[in-house]
């Protein structure tokens, strides 16, 4: 494998071939030409789907798989951490060459509590710290709302909980937030900048950030109050026309929305047609304009580093890092200093793992440690107990152990009539953040459960509700899980104990439920009687695809569903009889699961 310089050497040998076409015994003229498209050297290092994980993320959801070298198996590499990201950062910049740090969003949101508790601030300094220049929005920086998005940019004490410390303002971010795509319904106008213009060696590269066009179907109504979201190509494509008619020729296209490679593995090839590659991501690359020379993207949570041919038919890098800050991508390329475009053939993008190995950065084990301290009478508090790991976002099972016990504490805490009376309790498996982790994270102990770590499972604290439903409805709700919306990337929700199914995933649609499977603590569901139903707000208002929740009556507002989670561990653990991982036998899979968040 070619060295980070070496492989830039080699980068100039390729793009004069392309441009003169031989590097060995030009002729005069070639030579001359040559001489005409003087070259500059360019490196992207780019991140995505960060989500405020300033610590190293815990359990299986810290680890990357990659292939031992030496025996050819796949093997779970612990990575992440912010005082390793930046030092990988930092390592991976070639001081003689210009260097540009890009994010794909999600950069905060659902994030510990570490920086959750602060509202974000904390990540955004790190950020800053490390050198990030420019990101595009992601759905979660909606999840508190447009406004505290232009906090975060701009500055300013929370209007709530105000400054968190006396004589200290939170001053915003130095990086660019790009938000081409979403839009004031009023005004019509980009509530942030849609894109961000630099220069690199006298060429001028401009960036152009969007975030999913669905991104109301997976953030709160309230998130997104106001506002509208374009359609993905469309809008970078306007931009890029803009950019271009500007004198702006190398154009990169941050875009957070993504693709399922066919491998777990961060540096699987996916081939040169990106035939190894699948999702939304496929079609957005294959229409956008060919003078977009990189696209960077992000929310699958998935690692690659691929190309996928442009509207002309030719290959396009495109790529994404994976989650939490376990991967950097580097992309280096070239630029042709005489036309001022991004020389495509020269493009060369490999991710990178930020391995716990590396030295910490000093800045970073320092803002990690004020506000740890800060957070840590909240943090600590111990809630219960736990007999081994109880895998959430780290399990790849459409059941998860802890979908399981999350369900089972939100029907135990609305089941009383005068908490609501329910009978069915369901969980979206996107709101689950994290594992449970029996090793001890600090000086709690191993097998103790404390709030913070509770938190950064359910970092969103949504009330729940619950509403009556038909049985008819309970078996769309059901149904929607790999129909509508959810179709070519299902949700199988995370049901209470009691309700269990069937899902055959060799069938298309709505047919993958199995109707006559679906029992209620063994009887089957009755389409024609009623049934009290809790979800978290989020889901309850139809979200993740799921409109036949929206559908529900006599709805009761409850607790959050943080506090619901912690009131179970505490009546349901201790130290002398910790809980223990479900049994997860609740759905039935027949065929190849999938899952996708």
């Not at 930046?86 to 509590?113: E, F, H, K, N, Y």
């Not at 795509?181 to 590269?205: C, F, R």
């Not at 803009?242 to 540096?267: D, F």
């Not at 209620?520 to 889901?539: H, M, Q, T, W």
């Amino acid at each position: 494998m070619l060295t980070v310089r070496s492989r830039r050497a080699a980068l100039v040998a390729v793009a004069v071939a392309g441009l003169i076409g031989s590097v060995a015994a030009p002729t005069a003229a070639q030579a001359a030409d040559a001489n005409r498209h003087k070259l500059a050297n360019l490196q992207l290092l780019a991140i995505n789907d960060f989500h405020g994980n300033l610590e190293p993320p815990a359990g299986s959801s810290g680890n990357v798989n990659e292939i031992d070298p030496a025996t050819g198996k796949v093997v779970a590499t612990p990575a992440g951490g912010v005082e390793y990201l930046a030092t990988a950062l930092r390592q991976a910049r070639i001081p003689a060459d210009d260097s540009i740090t890009v994010a794909a969003g999600d950069i905060v949101g659902a994030s510990p509590l570490t920086s959750a508790l602060f509202h974000d601030e904390p990540t955004i300094e790190a950020m800053d710290k490390l050198g990030l220049d420019v990101t595009a929005v992601g759905n979660h920086e909606f999840d508190e709302g447009a406004q505290e998005l232009l906090r975060l940019q701009d500055g300013g004490c929370h209007p709530v909980d105000g400054c968190y410390e006396q004589g200290r303002k939170f001053k915003g971010a130095n990086f660019n937030y790009l938000a081409a795509n979403v839009t004031d319904e009023k005004s019509g106008k980009p509530i942030l900048a849609p894109y961000w213009v630099t220069k690199s060696q006298g060429v001028k590269i401009g960036f152009i950030g969007v975030t999913l066009e669905g991104t109301p179907n997976i953030v709160t109504a309230e998130g997104v109050k106001g506002l509208k979201f374009g359609d993905e190509v469309e809008t970078v494509n306007k931009y890029a026309a803009e950019l271009k008619k500007q004198g702006v020729n190398s154009i990169v296209a941050l875009i957070h929305e993504g693709g399922y490679p066919a491998s777990t593995t961060y540096n699987y090839d996916c081939g040169a047609a990106g035939q190894g590659i699948s999702g939304p991501i496929v079609d957005i690359a294959k229409q956008l304009d060919p003078a977009i020379g990189a696209i960077v993207t992000g929310h699958t949570h998935n690692a690659y580093a691929c190309t996928i041919p442009d509207p002309q038919g030719v290959p396009r890098s495109v790529t994404s890092a994976a989650s939490f800050g376990r991967l950097y991508t580097e992309i280096d390329l070239q630029l042709d200093r005489t036309t001022g475009t991004i020389v495509r053939p020269s493009v060369k993008a490999e991710n990178h793992i930020v391995r716990r190995t590396l030295p910490k950065a000093a800045d970073m084990t320092a803002l990690i440690a004020h506000y740890s301290a800060l957070a840590a009478p909240i943090a600590n508090r111990a809630l219960g107990y736990i007999a081994s790991d109880v895998n959430g976002r780290g399990s790849s099972a459409l059941e998860k152990p802890l979908g399981d016990v999350i369900a089972d504490a939100q029907l135990a805490g609305l089941a009383p009539a005068d908490k609501g009376g329910a009978q069915i309790a369901f969980m979206n498996p996107g709101g689950i953040r994290s594992d449970l982790v029996y090793q001890a994270s600090g000086s709690e102990g191993d097998g103790v459960v404390t709030y913070g770590e509770a938190f950064t499972v359910q970092p969103f604290t949504n009330m729940m509700q619950v509403k009556t439903l038909t049985g008819a409805q309970v078996l769309q709700v059901l149904q929607q899980q790999v129909s509508g919306l959810n179709e070519v990337a299902p949700k199988v929700l995370q049901s209470s104990r009691g309700l269990t199914y069937t899902l055959d995933m060799r069938k298309a649609g709505a047919d993958r439920v199995l109707v006559d499977t679906v029992k209620l603590n063994g009887a089957p569901i009755d389409p024609a009687a009623s049934y009290r139903v809790a979800a978290n707000e989020f889901l309850a208002g139809g979200g993740d695809g799921f409109p036949a929740f929206a559908a529900g009556t006599d709805k009761l507002v409850g607790a959050s569903d943080l506090d619901l989670f912690a009131a179970y561990l505490g009546a349901n653990s201790s130290a002398a009889a910790p809980l223990a991982v479900p049994a997860q036998d609740r759905i039935t899979i027949i065929g190849p699961g999938t899952d996708i968040d």
